[in-house]
């Protein structure tokens, strides 16, 4: 199984401020399609897991263009240009190029 | 509106059994794979199982493997998870979640639902 990391696994930030979350896997999420199978979700407190980005890059309809992604092969960054107070909870990465699909253990970013 | 509703969930001792279901809305369901994914109490997520949008293909984790079956009725847009065997460690918020194509691999969970809890203790 692949497994994800991330770090921090916690993040405390000002209004206003970036915030910026590291995900490496265990192997690449590079496939043969030339696609990369990596995907940021955020889980706000006590509400289901929300698409916030797939394939690296790609924002999901209606997410803020404050939240991008990058990276490529098995590191990958979630940045938020400016946290806002809505962007509290816990953000997972999750690799989708095989199954089992597997999270990291996931960040959880509060405001100062 | 796109929308899941997944319901089902309960008290059951260890052994027992139990069938969840996710009534699907908003979309054409038979177009898109589904998983369910499960989350313990104060702990992160963990993918359970998954089925094409045919329903031709199903997969699992290690963890419920033999003991758990997933299966779709497209005429019924309506997922569901036979829980067989249920252990301590199946304690959990259950979540369906649609895939953003038909196929189980290979895409992001797009829409999930608001989750039933799944309580295995006597």
């Known amino acids: 199984d692949i497994v994800m990391t991330q770090t921090p696994l916690s993040l405390s930030v000002t209004p206003g401020q970036p915030a910026s979350i590291s995900c490496k896997s265990s192997q690449s999420l590079l496939y043969s399609d030339g696609k990369t199978y990596l995907y940021w979700y955020l889980q706000k407190p006590g509400q289901s897991p929300q698409l916030l980005i797939y394939e690296v890059s790609s924002r999901f309809s209606g997410v803020p263009d404050r939240f991008s992604g990058s990276g490529s092969g098995t590191d990958f960054t979630l940045k938020i240009s400016r946290v806002e107070a809505e962007d509290v909870g816990v953000y997972y990465c999750?690799?989708?190029?095989?199954?089992?699909?597997?999270f990291g253990p996931g960040t959880k970013v509060d405001i100062k | 509106e796109v929308q899941l509703l997944e319901s089902g969930g309960g008290l059951v001792q260890p052994g027992g059994s139990l069938r969840l279901s996710c009534a699907a809305s908003?979309?054409?369901?038979?177009?898109?794979?589904m998983s369910w994914v499960r989350q313990a109490p104060g702990k992160g997520l963990e993918w359970v199982s998954a089925i094409s949008g045919s329903g031709g293909s199903t997969y699992y984790a290690d963890s419920v493997k033999g003991r758990f079956t997933i299966s779709r009725d497209n005429s019924k847009n309506t997922l569901y998870l036979e829980m067989n065997s249920l252990r301590a460690e199946d304690t959990a918020v259950y979540y369906c979640?649609?895939?953003?194509?038909?196929?189980?691999?290979?895409?992001?969970?797009?829409?999930w639902g608001q989750g039933t809890m799944v309580t295995v203790s006597s």
């Open positions: 908003g979309f054409t369901f038979s177009s898109y794979a």
């Open positions: 999750m690799q989708g190029i095989h199954l089992p699909s597997t």
């Open positions: 979640a649609k895939a953003q194509g038909p196929y189980a691999v290979r895409y992001a969970f797009d829409i």
